[in-house]
Nanobody, 124 residues
C-alpha cells in the first residue's frame, strides 16, 4: 500500500500557473516510478506525465509538452507537477499515481496506487 495525497489544485485563469504536489507515505517511494493523470467529465482518464525513480527519465503527453514539468524530491517523498500556460481544456481532476517499478510508463494500467485526485479548473 502506498498512500498518496495530492494538493495544489484550484481555479486559475487561462495563461496562469499552478503547482500540484503529491505526498507519499512509506520508505520505498524512491524505488517507484510516479505519474500524473487527469480525467475530465465524461472522458476517460488520460496520461499527463511520468517520471522514473531518479527523475532522470520523464515523458509527457503531447497536449502538455512544453507547458508542464514533472519532478520529484525523494528526500521529501513528493512528486510535483508544475503547470504553466494553462488552457481551459486542461480543466480536469488530476490524479497522482505510483507503480511498483522504477521504470516510467505512460500506461494507466501499469500504476497500482492512486491518490484521491485534486480539481483543476481553468477559466477562459
Amino acid at each position: 500500500q502506498v498512500p498518496l495525497v495530492e494538493s495544489g489544485g484550484g481555479l486559475v485563469q487561462a495563461g496562469g500557473s499552478l503547482r500540484l504536489s503529491c505526498a507519499a507515505s512509506g520508505r520505498t517511494f524512491s524505488s517507484y516510478a510516479m505519474g500524473w493523470f487527469r480525467q475530465a467529465p465524461g472522458k476517460d482518464r488520460e496520461f499527463v506525465a511520468t517520471i522514473n525513480w531518479s527523475g532522470g527519465t520523464v515523458y509527457y503527453a503531447d497536449s502538455v509538452k512544453g507547458r508542464f514539468i514533472i519532478s520529484r524530491d525523494n528526500a521529501k517523498n513528493t512528486v510535483y507537477l508544475q503547470m504553466n500556460s494553462l488552457k481551459p481544456e486542461d480543466t480536469a481532476v488530476y490524479y497522482c499515481a505510483a507503480r511498483s517499478s522504477s521504470i516510467a510508463t505512460t500506461i494507466v494500467g501499469h500504476f497500482g496506487y492512486w491518490g484521491q485526485g485534486t480539481q483543476v479548473t481553468v477559466s477562459s
